[in-house]
């Protein structure tokens, strides 16, 4: 997001693309929080924030906005909330759930980060290592082939 007199943008993923909130949006949409599916994207003049969540799917900017019905951006835009829930939910979920509830996030700094990349990187993060043990025998050549690469 971009707005007049400022030097700082948003965009976040929602379904694989790119989507900037409150100008890639169909007019009378919510705009009090957004669904994301992984990552939001913060550039300003002095860098790029890439904020990852892996399990809280909501957010909004500026500050809690449940219910304000919102038409266009916050004064305060620069701050990023998640909106944290149990996304676990089966059929009869109860709606005040008991126990302990994780949710992890993953902040990076960047002093330069094409918006293009933003997704690349995001997915980096978020991705399990993989372990590889060796066995008694020779190296498998396939393997070695295509260890590194995507």
Sequence with gaps: MWRPGTDWAW????????????????????RDYFAMDGWVHYATPDGH??????????????GP???????????????????????????NFAADEHGVMEFQFELVWRERLDAANAA???????TEPVVLING???????????LFQP
């Design 11 to 30: 965009n976040q993923s929602s379904g694989s693309p790119r989507f900037t909130p409150y100008t890639d949006q169909l007019p009378g949409s919510c």
């Design 120 to 126: 690349e990187v995001a997915e980096a993060l978020v």
């Design 65 to 91: 906005h449940v219910w304000a019905r919102r038409t266009d951006p916050p004064a305060d835009a620069h701050r990023l909330l998640a909106m944290l829930f149990n996304n676990c939910w089966h059929t």
């Design 136 to 146: 008694p025998g020779a190296d498998d050549s396939f393997l070695l082939n295509r």
């Design 49 to 62: 924030w890439l904020w990852v969540s892996r399990d809280a799917p909501l957010m909004t900017l500026g």
